[in-house]
């Protein structure tokens, strides 16, 4: 089996998840076995990964496997007929479309609080003492059953949690201890793995010792996407394969042509993590050839984190997309430029009044948003000139994308560049920084796009002035960004994977037994 090693999916997530996600697609599509393999617990795994379009069963999670819980039908758990609370002594109350109140003679004893994105369906129920303090807390699973209780100590700190499998019976405890005056998990217990109660001190701890079972079982070859996991990685034992899968840039210097450095949270992988891999993989060639130039790792293999899907009927005029609107798409992030945005835009502005930006994507760290909305306020900007539209689906994304007239990237480091390439798929020409690597790769000059110095905020201002005052060369630039995104199609991709495969013999294995 091949496993994409990850910490989660979550609710809103990164292009890490969407590239697990398209590589577990391009597995599945050519027969390969293959599958998500997750750390965190998450009651609402099964909703969470439902949007990105991947099934439980492509889904192995730490907790699920020990809790029994993995092949599991999914059932609407509605707050009004669950039967874990009895009706003919107790009353639910509804209080907002979040929360509902148990009572028992008009007094209240425990809240429901209903899962997230959901109508009515239950996603926990806390129980409070006499003095209406949090005793304890059950949680349930999106799949319709109770997965987990968490205890409260009397000063309001959690204690202990205790996993269920489908029967109520406990495998898993974690204790929790306040170590100078902050909260921390002291002991993870198996309470019933194969016959046998283990413990382990971390979570870290406990991971390695499921990695290793998964690796015992059968062929396995595990490709970690999060480099926070990297640690637990290079210890697992009898893995057929162990590589890390670098979705960022590893130079904190993207200027083309400057020496190479690394990140410095980077540098464990760089340094002492290189012995214990069997390499690491990168999504473009430029990066591969200068890792290699200065590093000794085993292999570095340049291979697609992504691929375009084939959209038709992309319409290639101006006058059919929305030409005032400038969208940024993904993480609002210091790194990803967006401050540069401020100075664009007032550049924009004078000469292209109409003009407005609107981002997609959610804010990180979270005070982002606000931040930009200040930073922009100060500006002399209004609600009217800047919009903040959020997260959004792959669905609702393909649907903006249809009318969108330009995609920028002020990002001041991209490995790769999966929204950008989204965007080109439907026509969409994009400005960006020239920054290594996959920018300069998807991106050529002057005929799908502009590429604009760091930093060079007017020179970025005036290329997308230029490309939406010009409808016959946006309809070029369009047409041009299609084909160039056509280039990074499914079938590209599975290639390159195929191809490396013949040198790099423990890329992936092709079937799930020994």
């Known amino acids: 089996m091949n496993y994409f090693v990850n910490e989660n999916i979550f609710t809103l997530n990164s292009g890490t998840e969407f590239s697990a996600a398209k590589r577990l697609q391009l597995f599945n599509n050519h027969g390969l076995p293959a599958r998500l393999l997750t750390k965190n617990y998450n009651s609402q795994l099964a909703q969470d990964a439902a949007r990105l379009n991947i099934e439980m069963a492509d889904v192995l999670n730490m907790y699920n496997y020990f809790q029994e819980t993995l092949d599991v039908p999914s059932q609407d758990i509605d707050v009004r007929y669950i039967e874990a609370i009895d009706k003919s002594y107790y009353h639910i109350e509804s209080l907002n479309p979040n929360e509902s109140v148990i009572k028992y003679h008009g007094k209240i004893i425990g809240k429901v609080l209903i899962a997230p994105a959901t109508v009515g369906l239950v996603g926990a129920i806390e129980y409070y003492t006499d003095h209406l303090e949090l005793m304890s807390k059950d949680i349930w699973d999106r799949r319709g059953f109770k997965s987990c209780t968490q205890y409260f100590l009397p000063d309001g700190n959690l204690g202990t949690e205790v996993f269920y499998d489908l029967q109520g019976q406990p495998k898993l405890e974690i204790s929790h201890m306040n170590i100078n005056n902050e909260l921390h998990p002291t002991l993870y217990k198996l309470i019933d793995y194969k016959g046998k109660a283990y413990m382990f001190s971390t979570e870290e701890e406990l991971f390695l010792f499921f990695l290793n079972e998964v690796a015992a079982q059968e062929n396995a ?242 290329a997308v002035v230029t490309l939406l005052s010009d409808a016959k060369q946006w309809t070029a630039y369009s047409q041009a960004a299609y084909e160039k995104a056509q280039t990074f199609n499914e079938e590209q991709a599975w290639q390159k994977w195929e191809e490396t495969q013949i040198t790099a013999e423990n890329l992936f294995v092709k079937e799930v037994n020994p």
């Open 221 to 462: 070859v595990f490709i970690n996407d999060r480099i926070s996991l990297a640690p637990t990685l290079i210890q697992v034992q009898g893995a057929v394969g162990k590589w890390q899968y670098l979705h960022e840039a590893h130079s904190p210097n993207q200027i083309p042509g400057t020496p190479v450095q690394v990140q410095d949270y980077l540098r464990p992988l760089f340094t002492s993590f290189i012995p214990f891999l069997d390499g690491i993989i990168v999504p473009t060639q430029q990066q591969k050839i200068e890792i290699n130039k200065v590093f000794r790792f085993k292999r570095v293999l340049a291979l697609p984190d992504t691929f375009s899907e084939h959209i038709d009927r992309v319409s290639h005029q101006l006058s059919e997309r929305k030409c005032n609107e400038i969208i940024v798409l993904g993480r609002l992030a210091e790194e990803r430029g967006v401050m540069d945005l401020v100075e664009i835009l007032t550049q924009i502005k004078l000469q292209k009044p109409e003009a407005e930006l609107v981002f997609y994507g959610y804010p990180s760290p979270a005070n982002m948003e606000n931040l930009l909305k200040e930073a922009f306020k100060q500006a002399g900007m209004s609600q009217f000139d800047v919009h903040f539209k959020g997260y959004k689906s792959s669905d609702e994304l393909a649907e903006l994308l249809k009318q969108a007239a330009l995609v920028i990237n002020p990002a001041h480091a991209e490995s790769f560049g999966i929204a950008t390439l989204q965007a080109m798929s439907y026509g969409v020409p994009i400005v960006a920084y020239k920054v290594k690597y996959g920018t300069r790769e998807l991106i050529e000059h002057k005929k799908n796009g502009w590429i604009v110095p760091l930093g060079e905020v007017e020179q970025f201002a005036d």
